[in-house]
């Protein structure tokens, strides 16, 4: 608020009352319109009128909308010269503007000079403690404010609630003791506070405790729903996501923009076509546009599909063309295995005046990876910046995954090195990359280096280590690494590890160790781990033990050629003749044809 930008001479004064400059002012405030409502006070100081402790809250709010730090203390000299510091509403609005602001000693230093306050006073200074997530000293202030005899009211529980929105600076405890108030003060049937608790529990991946809040719940609102939708979507429960969709519907609750978000991303998960149909047709329905994110999220979702003509269409039709919705298309093809459309797309984007950020990098790299191709790197090379490969994981990690693609192993490390943070996609990219080189006592020295950095590996990781022993022949290493995963990290082993597992063994011509690792395994993985078993035979030479898994294929997985081709390439290398054109001739009576092999060059 530049009160000093008007002058009389310079500015015609309209002389009015009081009540009218608050009328306007008010009317700004509610509209929205935070900037017109600090030149009006402007106006009207110049008319030779200052505010009253109705002006001056409407004021400092506008201020805390602007984040305005500079504003607000201009005013709040202004409003101590003229004689309302001590006003318990003036005094409960800088304590908001100050914390909006980001000044939480000066929000805490008002508070704490106010001669009296008001439930809404200490509402305001645990809210301003609930934006830094600071949830002790909200806890220590709700404690204090028992302790003078004031009673909460539903804001302060919603206030003290909110301060739990990133569960790594509270613990649930905390917010099982904040339930219990809310119990004891006969507030659990107050939808915001509901909801509150609800939005809790589900941040700290309490589902359960949520839907029994959720169902507690008299009055649900759209809200109500939407956190439970969003709830079972974070756990991973998709069809809990519509089931209580349905319960919607069925409810004749009104579907806005934020469902959607959360409908479309459970459906991006299942990649069922029908469903991604269904429900944008029901969007169209409802008339909601095709905004970011929802326009972005289709396109995801029609991807996900294996619909592109449908994604491209939804493009298509965005009337603007965001940043994301580029970024969204060019993965779309890019992770549907067309990456010269990606590429193709990402040029027309720049063409299109669209500056790249990172995801959309990162996934150009990626496509120019899966085409193997290092010279259609170099055309988006112009457009990554050196300090963007040091510090945005996406484009490291995309780049280190090409350079390995193609060879440039050393490039890849140059990369790895250079970069200030590391998240697991660029330790697992990096280990990859030595595991396809066969440079596994690298992989393994950096899985160790991984660890006592504080990452935790996942499944991927695993992956790439079993691969890497693989392909480096360390037996001992790639079966200790698959126990460990499992005993200290619960990974469940998937068809890629036991498939790894088996070829760690094959190679090292532990035969009969494989076959019985093939035989224990889950019955839908053994289809998979057969080729490596059977290459291996034909290597060692063991006709026998490749007889036995011929007979398990063809009781298990009779129509895959892949393997019947492996074992009629072992007869033929034993000079077993007869039998090769025995098990040729079933291929061909059977219809059975391997899928040729196809270059991208």
Same mark, same amino acid.
């Given at each position: 608020?530049?009160?000093?930008?008007?002058?009389?001479?310079?500015?015609?004064?309209?002389?009015?009352?009081?009540?009218?400059?608050?009328?306007?002012?008010?009317?700004?405030?509610?509209?929205?319109?935070?900037?017109? &409502?600090?030149?009006?006070?402007?106006?009207?100081? $110049?008319?030779?009128?200052?505010?009253?402790?109705?002006?001056?809250?409407?004021?400092?709010?506008?201020? #805390?909308?602007?984040?305005?730090?500079?504003? *607000?203390?201009?005013? $709040?000299?202004?409003?101590?010269?003229?004689?309302?510091?001590?006003?318990?509403?003036?005094?409960?609005?800088?304590?908001?503007?100050?914390?909006?602001?980001?000044?939480?000693?000066?929000?805490?230093?008002?508070?704490?000079?106010?001669?009296?306050?008001?439930?809404?006073?200490?509402?305001?200074?645990?809210?301003?403690?609930?934006?830094?997530? +600071?949830?002790?000293?909200?806890?220590?202030?709700?404690?204090?404010?028992?302790?003078? +005899?004031?009673?909460?009211?539903?804001?302060?529980?919603?206030?003290?609630?909110?301060?739990?929105?990133?569960?790594?600076? *509270?613990?649930?405890?905390?917010? @099982?003791?904040?339930? +219990?108030?809310?119990?004891?003060?006969?507030?659990?049937?107050?939808?915001?506070?509901?909801?509150?608790?609800?939005?809790?529990?589900?941040?700290?991946?309490?589902?359960?405790?949520? /839907?029994?809040?959720?169902?507690?719940?008299?009055?649900?609102?759209?809200?109500?729903?939407?956190?439970?939708?969003?709830?079972?979507?974070?756990?991973?429960?998709?069809?809990?996501?519509?089931?209580?969709?349905?319960?919607?519907?069925?409810?004749?609750?009104?579907? %806005?923009?934020?469902?959607?978000?959360?409908?479309?991303?459970?459906?991006?998960?299942?990649?069922?076509?029908?469903?991604?149909?269904?429900? $944008?047709?029901?969007?169209?329905?409802?008339?909601?546009?095709?905004?970011?994110?929802?326009?972005?999220?289709? !396109?995801?979702?029609?991807?996900? /599909?294996?619909?592109?003509?449908?994604?491209?269409?939804?493009?298509?039709?965005?009337?603007?063309?965001?940043?994301?919705?580029?970024?969204?298309?060019?993965?779309?093809?890019?992770?549907?295995?067309?990456?010269?459309?990606?590429?193709?797309?990402?040029?027309?984007?720049?063409?299109?005046?669209?500056?790249?950020?990172?995801?959309?990098?990162?996934?150009?790299?990626?496509?120019?990876?899966?085409?193997?191709?290092?010279?259609?790197?170099?055309?988006?090379?112009?457009? !990554?910046?050196?300090? &963007?490969?040091?510090? =945005? /994981?996406?484009?490291?990690?995309?780049?280190?995954?090409?350079?390995?693609?193609?060879?440039?192993?050393?490039?890849?490390?140059?990369?790895?090195?250079?970069?200030?943070?590391? =998240?697991?996609?660029?330790? &697992?990219?990096?280990?990859?990359?030595?595991?396809?080189?066969?440079?596994?006592?690298?992989?393994?020295?950096?899985?160790?280096?991984?660890?006592?950095? +504080?990452?935790?590996? %996942?499944?991927?990781?695993?992956?790439?280590? @079993?691969?890497?022993?693989?392909?480096?022949?360390?037996?001992?290493?790639?079966?200790?690494?698959?126990?460990?995963?499992? @005993?200290?990290?619960?990974?469940?082993?998937?068809?890629?590890?036991?498939?790894?597992?088996?070829?760690?063994?094959?190679?090292?011509?532990?035969?009969?160790?494989?076959?019985?690792?093939?035989?224990?395994?889950?019955?839908?993985?053994?289809?998979?781990?057969?080729?490596?078993?059977?290459?291996?035979?034909?290597?060692?030479?063991?006709?026998?033990?490749?007889?036995?898994?011929?007979?398990?294929?063809? /009781?298990?997985?009779?129509?895959?050629?892949?393997?019947?081709?492996?074992?009629?390439?072992?007869?033929?290398?034993?000079?077993?003749?007869?039998?090769? #054109?025995?098990?040729?001739?079933?291929?061909?009576?059977?219809?059975?044809?391997?899928?040729?092999?196809?270059?991208?060059?």
């Amino acid at each position: 608020m530049q009160i000093h930008r008007f002058s009389p001479s310079s500015t015609l004064i309209i002389k009015r009352p009081l009540y009218l400059w608050n009328l306007s002012i008010r009317s700004s405030v509610n509209g929205g319109f935070f900037a017109e &409502s600090l030149e009006t006070y402007s106006f009207m100081r $110049h008319s030779g009128i200052h505010g009253n402790n109705f002006t001056f809250p409407l004021l400092l709010k506008a201020c #805390a909308n602007l984040a305005s730090i500079g504003d *607000g203390t201009m005013l $709040h000299a202004h409003l101590i010269r003229v004689g309302f510091e001590s006003d318990i509403f003036v005094q409960t609005s800088l304590v908001d503007v100050y914390s909006k602001c980001s000044d939480l000693p000066a929000s805490r230093q008002v508070f704490d000079e106010m001669p009296t306050r008001s439930v809404i006073s200490w509402n305001s200074m645990i809210a301003a403690y609930s934006r830094g997530f +600071g949830v002790n000293d909200a806890l220590k202030l709700f404690r204090e404010m028992l302790g003078v +005899g004031f009673e909460p009211n539903s804001s302060t529980f919603v206030c003290l609630l909110s301060s739990f929105a990133d569960p790594t600076h *509270g613990s649930l405890f905390q917010g @099982l003791l904040v339930h +219990g108030c809310i119990t004891k003060f006969q507030l659990h049937n107050d939808t915001p506070v509901a909801n509150s608790l609800m939005q809790m529990y589900v941040n700290f991946g309490q589902i359960d405790s949520a /839907c029994s809040v959720f169902y507690a719940t008299v009055d649900k609102t759209v809200i109500s729903w939407t956190i439970m939708l969003g709830g079972y979507l974070k756990a991973g429960v998709i069809a809990k996501v519509f089931d209580i969709f349905s319960q919607m519907r069925q409810d004749n609750v009104v579907l %806005d923009r934020f469902v959607f978000v959360d409908i479309i991303s459970s459906c991006i998960q299942l990649g069922n076509l029908f469903l991604a149909s269904s429900l $944008h047709s029901l969007l169209l329905k409802t008339g909601l546009n095709y905004e970011d994110p929802i326009g972005c999220l289709l !396109i995801s979702m029609y991807s996900k /599909c294996g619909n592109l003509l449908s994604a491209r269409a939804v493009f298509d039709l965005l009337s603007e063309k965001s940043i994301y919705s580029w970024t969204s298309m060019i993965s779309g093809y890019a992770n549907s295995g067309y990456p010269k459309e990606a590429l193709r797309l990402f040029t027309i984007a720049t063409q299109n005046n669209i500056r790249p950020n990172g995801a959309m990098l990162a996934t150009a790299v990626s496509a120019c990876a899966e085409l193997g191709s290092l010279s259609m790197y170099r055309e988006i090379e112009a457009f !990554i910046q050196p300090n &963007s490969v040091a510090s =945005d /994981c996406q484009v490291s990690t995309s780049l280190i995954h090409l350079y390995c693609k193609c060879g440039s192993i050393k490039k890849a490390e140059k990369v790895f090195n250079s970069m200030i943070h590391r =998240d697991l996609a660029a330790w &697992s990219s990096m280990m990859n990359g030595y595991a396809m080189h066969g440079m596994g006592e690298e992989a393994i020295n950096l899985f160790h280096e991984m660890q006592r950095s +504080g990452i935790k590996p %996942d499944a991927s990781v695993y992956a790439s280590i @079993l691969l890497a022993c693989s392909h480096s022949g360390l037996v001992e290493d790639g079966l200790k690494h698959f126990k460990n995963m499992q @005993l200290d990290f619960g990974i469940v082993p998937t068809v890629v590890h036991y498939t790894c597992l088996v070829d760690i063994l094959s190679r090292a011509g532990h035969l009969e160790l494989a076959l019985n690792t093939i035989q224990e395994m889950p019955t839908q993985f053994q289809a998979q781990a057969w080729a490596p078993f059977l290459s291996a035979c034909r290597t060692y030479c063991d006709v026998g033990l490749g007889e036995v898994a011929n007979r398990s294929i063809l /009781c298990s997985n009779p129509r895959n050629p892949v393997n019947h081709v492996l074992m009629a390439n072992l007869y033929t290398s034993m000079g077993n003749w007869k039998e090769a #054109a025995t098990l040729r001739s079933l291929i061909a009576d059977k219809g059975l044809v391997k899928e040729p092999g196809c270059s991208q060059l």
